[in-house]
């Protein structure tokens, strides 16, 4: 395979998962070889998002998106979000009959149901009908695959991510004030009412609580939450400091489906401390990296005695180079799926 279309209405000035990893499989594959280009709500008039304002929606429909598709004249298309460039790709594909690929970042249903009041069954039927319509759907972990494949999604393949070992590693010195009380018990992330940040920030810890990050809820919690330091959103060789100051990284997120933070935190040799929910059961599990308890303030103060270079050893054992040459075989297998079915349909006529 020499050439991939990456369509994603998750794209810059986002700053998250989504956007991150698929920059870094693309950077991975174009060493490779492959010519990785990719369709985003930059050439379009969009719509923020409500609730979301940084998602810009795409004004556009299926004819413009198929003859963009077109244009590329890419091998293989995968579709990274379920958004209005995603859906109206989808239906492009389908019309043409070109084989595609999706995959799960977000568990959608549970952020819509944290904001309206849609059940989750609703939602996840609309995902079913979409993800199951390409011809495989990655997803990043077990469990992920576990409860879904539990919802009826088909085709599923393990696209696992990666970590930056030499920009996320341990710093010397604090950039962090220096008259914060130790230990720092640390959030990393988009400060949002589905992150789940105020069950970080109600724990009674010694110490300092900091949050690292931007979103809608920052100034509220900041004014709710005074004896918090907020530093705001940081990103690249700013960010990897500020998890490097940390004594523990707490995540509160009971909906993610991964977590790149936590390879991040990791990789800086800061123990984790977590519900024992999808995400943190598949990255930290039994690796002794960090504690998972339904009593998160038990495992924050537990994982204050974990060794921060074992934390860097487990985090060593995802790459991205592995994460991309993973999502190249899912694409590989996905393509040939769809001919084999082709030549099963003709022969059978």
């Known amino acids: 395979m020499s050439s991939i279309l990456i369509v994603t209405d998750a794209w810059h000035p986002q700053i998250n998962g989504v956007v991150r990893s ?46 963009k598709i077109e ?32 995959s799960y970042h977000t568990r959608f249903p549970e952020y819509v149901s944290a904001r309206l009041p849609i059940p989750l069954s609703w939602s996840y039927s609309w995902l079913r009908r979409f ?49 914060l009380p130790r230990p ?23 110490g300092t609580k900091v949050v690292v990050g931007g979103g809608p809820q920052l100034e509220t919690l900041r004014r709710e939450y005074a004896d918090t330091h907020f530093t705001g959103a940081k990103v690249g060789e700013d960010l990897a400091p500020h998890y490097s100051d940390a004594d523990v990284f707490v995540f509160p997120s009971l909906t993610d489906t991964f977590g790149n933070v936590l390879l991040e935190a990791l990789a800086c040799g800061v123990p984790v401390a977590a519900y024992p929910v999808m995400g943190p059961v598949d990255v930290i599990g039994d690796t002794g990296a960090g504690v998972l308890s339904e009593d998160l303030r038990e495992a924050a103060e537990a994982a204050l005695d974990i060794p921060r270079d074992h934390c860097r050893k487990i985090a060593m054992n995802y790459t991205w180079a592995a994460s991309a040459q993973q999502f190249l075989d899912n694409c590989i297998a996905a393509r040939d799926l769809h001919n084999a079915r082709n030549f099963g349909a003709k022969a059978a006529e």
């Not at 993800?131 to 539990?150: I, W």
């Not at 393949?157 to 930056?164: E, L, T």
Request: charged share 25%; with cysteine; proline share 6%.
């Open 184 to 206: 720092i018990f640390m959030y990393v992330g988009r400060v949002a009412v589905e992150k789940n940040i105020k069950a970080f920030l109600d724990l009674q810890l010694p």
């Open 22 to 67: 698929l920059e870094r499989t693309a950077e991975e594959l174009e060493a490779m070889g492959i010519r990785i280009e990719f369709l985003t709500p930059q050439i379009f008039k969009t719509l923020p998002c409500p609730t979301y304002p940084e998602i810009r929606l795409s004004l556009t429909h299926r004819g413009i998106v198929r003859r």
């Open 71 to 102: 244009e590329f004249g890419c091998e293989h298309l995968h579709i990274a979000t379920e958004g209005p460039l995603g859906l109206l790709a989808a239906s492009a594909a389908r019309k043409a009959g070109q084989p595609f690929t999706t």
């Open 131 to 179: 993800h199951n319509s390409g011809n495989g759907c990655m997803v990043a972990t077990r469990s992920l695959e576990q409860d879904l494949r539990e919802r009826g999604f088909n085709n599923l393949m393990r696209w696992s991510r990666g970590v930056d070992e030499e920009l996320f590693k341990p710093y010397e010195g604090s950039v962090l004030p220096e008259d």
